[in-house]
């Protein structure tokens, strides 16, 4: 298992296209309808210069004198023809147009959702704004490169291949200098090209640097001011806004010499087709108006070429995006989820089982070992040890928020790994320390644990807990805004919401862990009886330092440095001294300060 | 989540930055940005400039070549070396200096927009560190990050396209000069294809405007619903809602695809029109022009001039497009910006300093009348007078929303009272210069936050501190263990928020940041309720070890007895003031609700039977 996110930096650039349509199979809808209307489009580009270039041999230069109505039948052919390329070219746009953003949005939305099924650990390696920037500007940049520069780039090409044709119908020789001319261009493209994506992946990285000295200023407000650290995070932030510009500026600086390379290309081609042209039309091969018509014609082939290569330029900003957004997608989430296949838990109180469980994070020593028990169903069980002994892996492996290295987890007979998702989290409720609180009503934050519970259904719960008290002397009740990530209210509070949320979602296996520690004691006394009424008929397995909990237990289970290694209920463990005996007496001490 | 706008004034305040954006706000912007940097811009313009005339210019060494050296050629049937030399120069050195025009464009461009984004990035940061809490409360996390990030990129956004588009103006300026100087009746043709191709382009900003301003905000809730969701990962994953997470986002997603393929069928419908006009012209000028050769008023030669003039001005003439294109984006980016940038209030500063850091020993602590309450909501604290005497510890013990964090708010000055007083030694907190109250005061929150920064870039904040002292602070916060285990040990990196350490640690590393600067008052705010109870016991006790050396004054929020039975004095908080004051033991002995809250443990334990009436919790 890994705990980092793929970055895709692996994936070249056919390989991210590839993959791209793959995650986006809304992007190969009619995509021959849209090439065949591609193709008309930049035709019908061509159409005009060759009417221009027919009209000045044919109509200008007729033998008898100019021709007017040759001109006109041109002129109006011509129009003609402009109008078919404006309708398919109108077509081709809208049809690309509906199937690149329908494709994104569907990769942008599976993106997100990938992230959620990202294992914890992973969400929490990446920075939040890297793991944001992803679904967001990394998609921003593909969509606009595909509605902006992808019609650009297709028209371009097309017409490079239209202009040569007619180019070799007049002389394949000046032809072939033109291509000459253009051929270092052509050649230093790729180089050109992956210096340019290495400097874009440098101004990538500083982007991200930047976005968390941004950060800190707002997410960490009220430490800058406490320590009156302005001027330091000031220079934190000004350094990572420096690296980021002179990143760009580099970049911007390959991008300019690569595209002016483009200019000298066209001048050099020009005055190849004048001199090579001289000495052809010496030879009796080609007329001084047929030269003329090719130069003219050669400005068709060297405005699309300037395009196309700097369409190519934008095209290295816009794969590096969708590379990243790729790379979030082959991230594996390896809690895979068998979904309607798997099994679906029966409701009533559940029985566990740890079958020699181990689990220990990538690279590091184990942080459980060979835990193997079966809590009978309806259980309390407490879990006490020191910080760092494992007790929170112990809950996370329960919940299935991570898969054990070897063993396994069962609930109610079933691997875990084997249970419908769905099934689990209504069956299985985790209630961590610091629940997160959305920016909106403490009501609404609530029902988060059930959906479409009404405010009578949360009130009801908030009696059952005795919470209805707190509730009511919220300013403006269950319509109290909580504010971002829940900051207007205390921490306490916070984890009164995510006990309600639990309450709400009525779980068959409870699993508190330190839920109640910010909580003050009488209250927590008072919540701890009321979930003792409500956990009949359920399992629960509570954590928390505070050994009260333990004292209440059916049974308590003693974690030391990753082993169990007491279990019984809390009169026996006192009796049997060890490890619960130190823990106890550590708490008696405290308590006994009066 | 439903968001009730209607109670977030800062919703509207973006609806009001979403208002109609006219082209001369666009023009304003632009002007903005170029007041600020002249001389880039200049440089940028000058290579713009000089690529556009450059191009014009290959349409004259094409005519020179065809008059001195084809046509020659071909009459006498032989060309001489020097000649062709010379054509072969002319075009090079054209293209040369072309290929300079388009260097110092881009790189000139370049440079002005990211000198413009950085500039403007360090100020919106500036006013962050400025603008007092009461405005960042107001304020979401995910809007200010795109304030600073998004917005201020999309601000300067036409920067890039605009050297382009003088260019074009310098290069449309010097074809119609050539074409009126060939022929009077062609050009006029001709020229009709200028004003109709801007006109049709105006109707297409005014179309797609609305369109693409609407993206813009869209593009910003979806990040900011993405940024929250991912916040929130652990809830979600628990509770099993990552299916409505995904709709939520979802369905601002297809919003946002909606709206984009709107604009795209309205770009769809004029891009071939702004495509033809120019070739329809030319069309139309070969019709008049072949008529006139007819009639002998023009030569042939002028029909090509003018024709090919046309030609080549018809496809940058479209770059005039993609600047105005920037607008909308840039102008609402702008407003945002400003709309933090505009911001006034600041945290008034006094100049008033406390005694000198070498006068050791606690600070004295006076809250005289104090009263805070959030906006228009009930009170949080009414009427609290106490004083904490030098080197005494006091405790502050309340149940969950009594007020307490509110009150360490206020000892630290995120927030000022809207009544009474509070003295440091003395001196009005509100008199005190910038910084001042940070040299005598420490706080450690409920909740840590820790910098993106190594251990010892958390702990002394930039502070030139001995690793020795760094070390010492730890040791009292019981986190030189896990420091030193780690792989860097003080220079270890703890990554965004410190995500890479438990809570418990993290606490730990705020009490280290808090302790190494030797506070004269230090504020603990529940801040070991992560910490397990024998390492908290350890941590006390070097606490008091300290004090004893210090005689630091301590100001504790505490739940635990053993923390208590640190304090010389306990203040008991209740509904937003003090309802009860003494030792420990005092109020154990007087006040019932005072020994039920800290006693509920004991009670727990010592019967089985319902043995405190619970009393109501109260804000």
């Known amino acids: 298992m890994s705990t980092r996110m793929d970055s895709g930096e692996a994936n070249g650039m056919w390989a991210t296209l590839r993959r791209g349509v793959v995650h986006s199979p809304e992007l190969k809808q009619g995509i021959v309808g849209t090439l065949l209307l591609a193709l008309l489009s930049t ?73 959620h099924d990202l294992p914890l650990l992973t969400q929490n390696t990446e920075s939040r704004g890297a793991l944001v920037s992803r679904v967001t500007s990394d998609v921003d940049q593909v969509s606009q490169f595909l509605v902006f520069g992808g019609i650009l780039f297709v028209v371009s090409v097309g017409q490079v291949l239209v202009a040569t044709i007619v180019m070799a119908v007049y002389s394949w020789q000046l032809t072939l200098v033109v291509w000459l001319a253009f051929a270092p261009l052509f050649l230093s493209l790729r180089y050109f090209q992956q210096r340019l994506s290495a400097a874009y992946g440098v101004v990538r990285r500083q982007v991200g640097t930047m976005l968390s000295a941004i950060s800190e200023p707002v997410v960490g407000a009220a430490v800058v001011r406490t320590y009156a650290v302005e001027d330091r995070t000031q220079q934190r932030i000004d350094e990572a806004i420096r690296r980021h510009q002179q990143a760009s500026t580099r970049a911007q600086g390959f991008t300019a010499v690569s595209f002016s390379l483009g200019g000298l290309s ?102 459980l070992r060979d835990v193997d028990l079966v809590l009978a169903a309806g259980t309390r069980l407490a879990v006490v040890g020191e910080t760092g002994s494992g007790k929170s892996t112990f809950a996370k492996l329960l919940t299935r928020l991570m898969d054990p290295a070897e063993g396994a987890v069962l609930l109610d007979g079933v691997d875990l790994r084997g249970v419908d998702q769905r099934s689990l989290r209504s069956s299985v409720v985790l209630v961590p320390q610091e629940g997160f609180l959305f920016d ?98 359920r399992t629960s397995v509570t954590i928390a330092h505070r050994l009260t909990t333990a004292e209440n237990a059916d049974e308590v289970l003693v974690v030391d440095a990753g082993r169990v290694v007491q279990r019984g209920p809390h009169a026996d463990l006192l009796a049997e001294g060890g490890t619960y005996g130190a823990l106890h007496a550590s708490w008696v001490a405290q308590q006994a300060v009066s | 989540m439903t968001t009730d706008e209607s109670l977030d004034p ?41 690529f556009g005339a450059l191009t014009v210019a290959d349409a004259w060494v094409l005519g020179w070549a065809t008059q001195n050296a084809l046509i020659p050629a071909m009459r006498d049937g032989e060309i001489g070396t020097g000649v062709l ?54 304020h979401p996390t995910g809007q200010l990050l795109s304030n600073a990030n998004a917005d201020v990129e999309a601000a300067w956004s036409p920067i890039a396209p605009l050297p382009m588009a003088l260019g074009t103006i310098a290069m449309m300026v010097i074809a119609i000069a050539q074409m009126l100087t060939a022929d009077l009746v062609m050009a006029a043709v001709g020229l009709l294809v200028f004003p109709a191709v801007i006109g049709v382009n105006l109707v297409y900003q005014r179309l797609t405007s609305p369109l693409i301003t609407r993206a813009q905000q869209l593009r910003a809730e979806v990040s900011e619903i993405a940024h929250e969701s991912f916040d929130g990962a652990l809830v979600v994953k628990t509770l099993g809602r990552e299916a409505e997470e995904t709709e939520r986002f979802g369905a601002r997603a297809r919003e946002l695809r909606d709206t984009l393929v709107r604009a795209g069928r309205i770009r769809a419908a004029f891009d071939p029109a702004l495509a033809a006009l120019p070739n329809l012209g030319v069309m139309v000028v070969l019709v008049v022009g072949v008529s006139r050769v007819l009639s002998g008023a023009t030569q042939p030669g002028d029909v090509v001039t003018v024709a090919y003039l ?310």
């Open chain 1, 266 to 367: 066209g001048g050099l081609a020009n005055a190849g087709v004048l001199v090579v042209g001289i000495q052809l039309g010496l030879a009796g091969d080609i007329t001084a108006g047929e030269i003329l018509a090719f130069a003219f014609i050669v400005t068709l082939f060297v405005g699309p070429v300037q395009m196309g290569t700097q369409i190519l330029t934008d095209a290295q900003l816009a794969i590096a995006g969708w590379r990243r957004v790729i790379g979030i997608l082959d991230t594996p989430a390896d809690l895979v989820d068998p979904g309607e296949k798997g099994v679906t838990l029966p409701r009533g109180p559940i029985e566990v089982r740890f079958d020699h469980v181990t689990f220990a994070y990538p690279g590091g020593p184990p942080v």
């Open chain 2, 85 to 138: 030399v010379a054509v072969v120069a002319l075009f090079v050195g054209v293209a040369l200096l072309r290929a300079v025009g388009i260097v110092a464009r881009r790189l000139g461009a370049g440079i002005m927009q990211y000198r413009l984004q950085a500039a403007y990035r360090r100020e919106v940061t500036r006013q962050y560190l400025a603008l007092p809490m009461s405005w960042h409360a107001r």
């Open chain 1, 440 to 537: 909106d009503t403490v009501g609404a934050n609530i029902r988060y644990g059930r959906l479409g519970a009404t405010d009578a259904e949360i009130v009801e719960a908030a009696e059952e807990l005795g919470l209805d008290d707190w509730v009511h002397g919220l300013p403006r009740g269950l319509a109290t805004r909580v504010g971002q990530r829940g900051e207007a209210l205390s921490a306490g509070e916070r984890q009164l919401v995510s006990l309600l949320r639990a309450r709400l979602a009525d779980p068959d296996l409870l699993v508190l862990d330190e839920a109640t520690s910010a909580v003050d004691p009488e209250l927590e006394v008072r919540i701890g009886r009321a979930l003792e009424r409500l956990l009949v008929d």
């Open chain 2, 10 to 50: 800062e919703l509207a305040a973006g609806r009001d930055a979403a208002r109609t954006v006219s082209m001369r706000d666009g023009f304003r912007v632009l002007g903005v940005g170029i007041r600020r940097q002249p001389g880039v811009f200049a440089i940028a313009t000058f290579g713009g400039v000089l």
């Open chain 2, 310 to 619: 046309l030609t080549v001005v018809s496809f940058p003439i479209r770059s005039l497009g993609w600047l105005l294109g920037e607008f909308p984006r840039s102008v609402v980016g702008y407003r945002r910006v400003h709309h933090v940038l505009d911001e006034t209030a600041r945290m008034p500063y006094g100049d008033a300093t406390l005694a000198t850091s070498s006068a050791r020993g606690g600070a004295r602590l006076d809250v005289e009348r104090l009263a805070f309450s959030h906006a228009t909501d009930q009170p949080l604290l009414r009427d609290l007078t106490f004083t904490v005497e030098p080197g005494r510890t006091v405790a502050l013990v309340g149940a969950t929303a009594s007020g307490k964090s509110t009150l360490t708010d206020l000892v630290t000055r995120l927030v000022d009272p809207d009544d009474g007083r509070l003295l440091v030694d003395g001196v009005d907190l509100r008199d005190l210069d910038h910084g001042e109250l940070s040299t005598a005061v420490s706080v450690v929150p409920q909740t840590a936050f820790l910098f993106d920064d190594t251990v010892r870039g958390n702990v002394t904040l930039g502070a030139d501190v001995a690793d020795e002292d760094v070390w010492a602070a730890l040791r009292t916060a019981q986190a030189d263990g896990f420091v030193a285990a780690l792989p860097d040990g003080l220079d270890a990196r703890l990554g965004e928020r410190g995500t890479s350490l438990s809570g418990g640690q993290r606490q730990r590393i705020a009490l280290a940041r808090a302790l190494v600067r030797r506070p004269r008052l230090l504020v603990l705010d529940d801040a070991t309720s992560a910490v397990d109870p024998e390492v908290e016991g350890r941590i006390l006790a070097g606490l008091r070890e300290a004090e004893d050396g210090d005689g630091a004054t301590l100001l504790v929020v505490a739940y635990r007895k053993a923390t208590i039975a640190l304090a010389d004095e306990v203040l008991h908080l209740e509904g937003g003031r003090v309802v009860g004051r003494g030792t420990h033991a005092e109020l154990l002995a007087t006040s019932p609700s005072y020994s039920r809250l800290v006693n509920a443990y004991d009670s727990e334990s010592d019967s089985d039977s319902e043995a405190a009436e619970p009393t109501g919790v109260t804000r």
């Open chain 1, 43 to 115: 035709g019908g580009q061509v159409v005009v210069p060759i009417a221009i270039q027919q009209t000045l041999d044919n109509g200008l230069g007729a033998p008898g004198g100019p021709d007017v109505a040759f001109t006109i039948r041109t002129g109006l052919l011509a129009a003609a023809a402009v109008l078919l390329t404006g309708v398919a070219s109108y077509l081709m746009t809208t049809r690309l147009f509906r199937t690149g953003e329908t494709g994104l949005a569907t990769l942008r939305t599976k993106a997100f959702r990938h992230v």
